[in-house]
């Protein structure tokens, strides 16, 4: 079984790159069961969001 320590690098890594299926599987596995890497998760692609968003608001418009 994952451990947390490597669920929540593998969160992190899911935004950056494809998981493998076996990478998919042993992370679904383990936040089936955990909900603080759940809430992880979460908070993860939220400050992914909140970063594309801000970084759209601060483009300079073009004339």
Not at 23 to 30: D, G, P, V, W
């Amino acid at each position: 079984m994952m451990k947390c320590k490597q669920a929540t690098q593998m969160l992190s890594e899911k935004l950056d790159r494809p998981l493998s299926n076996k990478e998919k599987i042993n992370l679904a596995m383990h936040t089936a069961i955990c909900s603080p890497c759940r809430q992880f998760g979460r908070q993860m692609e939220t400050l992914r969001e909140l970063s594309k968003s801000y970084t759209k608001a601060k483009e300079p418009e073009e004339k």
